[in-house]
């Protein structure tokens, strides 16, 4: 009698075989996802859902009623709510709260992220709703506290201003902190609760390769950078406060920020090099029994996870090896799916906030699309390549681990890509050939911290080897942006949530990869649709004052020629890359510095790193060589890179002209020390546009470079003024706007800066004058259109779907 074969069952049949938890942490995921989207949740209904979704009996009865318990979580309690309803800002607040990870150390503060257990502000007690989770910042060169379970500390509570004076919000979710409590002193942080034995152990034992590292510093004593100690410090302890940023740009450029957050590359070394030693160690008659073997790596594990601490990469990577390991000793497959999806369920129930925390979704991303689509990937390549399934060889080493590496970076997209702003093509073949050195690099951090530990002056005399290992990542800072490297990428599309778009290019581009004739037409939808948010161009020139926050950000262009004056401080250089994307910009034709301040030239150095940049700008006068800024501009200057300009020099950008007015050549402004910064000396020019309108940008110019100025009254006059110094007192006085005449002024500063920029006195000022004011704190970007007409069109980002307001 014939017999029918079994059934077969599909690839995606498969892994929910193997994999029964995944869809209940899909749905767990899900549901806290929408509970923290949704602006009211009823907690009985949603408790009666839950009560009979479990009641159903079918097989998607658990998955809905997880779902809606992850909705019943949020309801409970994980909202996250803004303190300027509750708290008042400029009165200290004391705070009992709970840390949930190790201090992180910055470069000039520690900053650990806390629960709030309760609040009190005046004498008050203060009742929730208040934030659960905020940002805890102590601005002090140690390590601010011991493990603890819970402290109390008294500080200043106020919401994080972002780039574009707003709440930090929009492109990392609710990853980047909404709020801060600022402490000023050690001596308002004490310890309620004492932590436990696990907790001192962990303390413990980084306290005491923190102390092996610092000895090691000592013993040197040439004061030299050493990279090989930097990068064994965040390698192996997570420490990188002290990478430098032009380091980490590099890495991202490239694909390959992830090889400095400590993740399964750790865990996985340190499990392969305990199970080897294990090994050699095992007496031979005990060689046969696994749990000899298999428990030296679980003891590693589990002692790296107290050295480095409970990161959520960290967390996850490890029980995972932990999970895989119990089940290679109880003689059980080893399901990464359901490792996977373990873990995410008991980190969800424990701190439902994770799923909008950056690391902890690029980490499951990353690993989840390693479990279910590198075999799929690898499998269809050798379909399409004719070979069997499985075949050996370098050849198949190379295929399965460029889809390892591909699979991950598309496993990543949808959260990297509303983050970072930056599409990098070559990641996959970049971390496939950055892996065996990061292997290499990992393993002999690891081995050097043994030898510190015990011989710090061994390890001394060792560091050179260290830093020869470590020398490529110096080198890709030093690589210039451009070719296919990293791509600027705007997500910004109207009406659609930022990661919509990366969730949209990371299907498509998985599409064509496992079948391209299916996905091809996919993919070029998902451009298409991205390629709606560039902005056609416009009727005629434009000038855009970008809203950076406390800093000066000019954008002029023409088409797709541009020219940024400016680029906000450090942080703001971050937020200019989306910024230019979202405008079609690819290149700049020039970066002028007005004067190098941080406020004004830190963004133009970051964002060097990633658009290709043909000229820069700058007045003549010597700058400081040893500040960050002095360094970019001596480094453009060596590569031929650099122009000074003096007064007379004319630009052209498109159908933009610009003309220098200041300041002299020879630098011959005398102060007489009450211009340390070098304000007066500021780069000082009239942009012309086709219909006749000049705007006349000032730099950080004050009362002396003014008074210079006004020996030509008639260069001055303009239609749109970029007022001097962020609306400082000290600049724009009455004489100087007399002979400046605008129509129009535009002013850039930070919401709640410390300067107390703009001084009151200088609106008033502006308005007595009949000039409309437009501030980046009140009214974000500005966008002024210039028509062959001579008309001018104002627009604002403040006014969304409006038409702007017309100039006469």
């Known amino acids: 009698m014939a017999t029918s074969a079994p059934p077969q069952r599909s690839q995606h049949q498969t892994l929910i075989a193997h994999a029964p938890a995944l869809p209940v942490a899909l749905a767990a995921w899900g549901g806290v996802w929408l509970g923290f989207g949704a602006s ?56 009992v709260v709970r840390p949930l990870e190790p201090p992180r150390a910055g470069r000039f503060s520690w900053s650990v992220p806390v629960a709030v257990v309760s609040l009190r502000q005046g004498g008050q007690v203060m009742a929730p709703p208040w934030p659960r989770r905020v940002l805890l910042s102590l601005p002090e060169p140690e390590v601010p506290f011991p493990a603890a379970r819970t402290l109390r500390v008294r500080g200043y509570l106020r919401p994080v201003v972002g780039f574009a004076n707003r709440p930090r919000e929009s492109s990392r979710g609710r990853s980047a902190w909404e709020n801060r409590l600022t402490v000023k002193s050690r001596r308002l942080v004490a310890v309620i609760t004492a932590p436990s034995r696990i907790e001192r152990a962990s303390a413990a034992l980084r306290a005491k390769v923190l ?13 030299r950078e050493s990279p090989g100690l930097i990068l064994t410090r965040a390698l192996v302890l997570g420490e990188r406060g002290q990478v430098p940023a032009s380091w980490r740009r590099g890495l991202e450029r490239q694909g390959l920020a992830h090889l400095l957050a400590v993740s399964g590359l750790h865990v996985g070394l340190m499990a392969v090099l305990a199970w080897l030693l294990g090994s050699l160690l095992t007496p031979r008659r005990w060689r046969h029994l696994r749990w000899p073997r298999l428990g030296a790596p679980m003891v590693a594990v589990a002692s790296y996870l107290l050295l480095v601490g409970p990161r959520p990469s960290l967390l996850r990577a490890s029980t995972m090896a932990l999970l895989a390991l119990l089940a290679q000793a109880l003689r059980r497959p080893p399901s990464g799916g359901n490792a996977l999806a373990l873990f995410v369920l008991a980190a969800l129930a424990g701190r439902p906030s994770l799923v909008h925390d950056l690391g902890f979704c690029l980490s499951v991303g990353a690993t989840g699309a390693l479990v279910w ?3 799929r990937l690898e499998a269809a390549w050798s379909d399409a390549a004719g070979l069997p399934g499985g075949t050996g060889g370098w050849r198949g080493a190379v295929r399965r681990s460029l889809a390892a590496t591909t699979t991950a970076q598309l496993g990543t997209l949808p959260w990297a890509l509303p983050a970072f702003h930056l599409l990098v093509p070559t990641a996959p073949l970049s971390n496939l050939m950055a892996l065996p050195w990061a292997v290499v690099m990992l393993a002999a951090g690891v081995s050097w911290c043994g030898v510190a530990c015990l011989h710090p002056a061994t390890a001394a005399s060792l560091l050179p080897l260290l830093d020869g290992l470590a020398a490529p990542v110096p080198a890709l800072a030093a690589w210039r942006p451009g070719g296919w490297g990293a791509l600027p990428w705007s997500t910004t599309l109207p009406g659609v949530p930022e990661g919509v778009l990366g969730i949209a290019l990371a299907l498509a581009l998985a599409a064509v990869l496992l079948r391209p004739r299916r996905g091809v037409p996919l993919l070029l939808l998902a451009l298409t649709v991205g390629w709606c948010g560039v902005p056609e161009a416009g009727e005629g020139p434009e000038l855009l004052l970008l809203d950076v926050g406390q800093g000066d950000a000019v954008l002029i262009k023409d088409g797709d020629r541009a020219i940024l004056v400016d680029g906000g401080g450090d942080f703001a250089g971050r937020a200019l890359v989306p910024a ?16 190098p301040d941080r406020d004004h030239c830190g963004g133009l150095r970051v964002l060097a790193d990633f658009f290709p940049v043909r000229k820069v700008y700058s007045a003549v006068f010597p700058w400081d060589e040893g500040s960050e800024c002095g360094q970019w501009l001596t480094a453009a ?21 610009l003309e220098i007015l200041h300041p002299p050549p020879s630098g011959g ?22 219909g006749g309108r000049r705007v006349l940008l000032t730099g950080d110019i004050e009362a002396v470079a003014e008074r ?33 005449r605008p129509r129009l002024a535009l002013l850039s500063s930070g919401r709640d800066n410390p300067y107390h920029h703009p001084s009151p006195k200088v609106v008033r000022r502006l308005e007595r004058a ?23 069109v104002t627009t604002t980002i403040a006014l969304p779907g409006k038409d702007g307001a017309r100039v006469d």
């Open 40 to 95: 009211y949740l009823p907690v009985v209904p949603l408790a009666v859902l839950v009560a009979l979704a479990f009641s159903v009996r079918r097989k998607w009865g658990p998955v809905v009623a997880v779902g809606a318990l992850g909705l019943l979580l949020v309801a409970v309690g994980e909202g996250v709510v803004k303190p300027d309803a509750v708290v008042a800002e400029g009165l200290p607040v004391t705070a």
């Open 211 to 223: 102390r092996a590292l610092e000895a090691v510093e000592e013993v040197r004593a040439d004061g």
């Open 373 to 375: 689509g590198t075999p």
């Open 580 to 595: 230019l994307a979202a405008e079609g910009i690819w290149r700049l034709d020039g970066m002028v510095v007005s004067h």
């Open 637 to 657: 200057r060596r590569r031929g890179q650099h122009r000074p300009l003096v007064p007379g020099d004319h630009l052209a950008v498109g159908r933009w002209r």
């Open 669 to 690: 402004l005398k102060s007489r020390g009450k211009d340390p910064k070098g304000n007066d000396r500021s780069l000082v020019f009239v942009a012309t546009a086709p």
């Open 708 to 740: 210079r100025l006004l020996s030509d009254p008639e260069a001055l006059a303009c239609d749109v003024l970029k007022v001097a110094h962020h609306g400082s007192q000290t600049s724009s006085t009455a004489r100087f706007l007399a002979a400046a």
């Open 770 to 792: 009949g000039v409309h004011v437009l501030r980046t704190d009140h009214h974000g970007r500005v966008r002024l259109l210039f028509r062959e007409d001579g008309t001018m």
